[in-house]
């Protein structure tokens, strides 16, 4: 449990840190074009950026605290705790698989190829593996607290389920 609160605090100042950066960085492409009269060559593209990050890790933190879409049809149609606990069980299995295919692996491939490539961005001429790093390291973090919801939810009395979450 101290693991994964750990994790929880550094993630939510990453993101608020990136955040704030975002907030920034914009700021200052709306001054330097409409007060300095002379656009920032890099601020569009750093804010992309940012907004990559933001998003990918966001996700990640938001399927720790179980604010992962989810259909609200099936658990209306669900009769019993049991069913919630089967329900549940699903649904991390899902996000799991997926954060396997297509966040560690396919995103581990993309960096691969582009690290490869030696591909730089446009306007910063950072190599893009670098950005896209975000991808496989946002599927592990999906994949961790989908394996922590799975084990707390098995762990928690038939009581204590919840099929809305």
């Avoid at 920032?40 to 890790?57: C, M, P, Q």
């Avoid at 009769?79 to 581990?108: D, E, P």
Wanted: no cysteine; proline share 4%; aromatic share 10%.
């Amino acid at each position: 449990m101290k693991f994964r609160a750990l994790i929880d605090k550094i993630l939510f100042w990453v993101l608020v840190s990136l955040m704030g950066l975002m907030v920034i960085n914009v700021l200052w492409q709306v001054a330097s074009r409409y007060l300095l009269q002379s656009p920032s060559s890099f601020t569009d593209e750093l804010s992309r950026f940012l907004l990559i990050w933001v998003g990918l890790l966001g996700a990640g933190y938001a399927t720790g605290k179980k604010l992962h879409l989810a259909i609200d049809l099936l658990p209306t149609y669900l009769n019993g705790k049991q069913s919630g606990r089967k329900l549940n069980v699903v649904i991390n299995i899902l996000v799991g698989l997926f954060a396997i295919l297509v966040l560690i692996w396919g995103g581990s491939n993309l960096v691969y190829i582009t690290l490869i490539l030696e591909q730089p961005s446009a306007a910063l001429g950072i190599p893009l593996g670098y950005v896209y790093t975000v991808i496989p390291l946002s599927g592990v973090l999906t994949l961790y607290y989908s394996i922590h919801n799975l084990i707390l939810d098995y762990n928690k009395p038939l009581e204590a389920i919840d099929i809305d979450n």
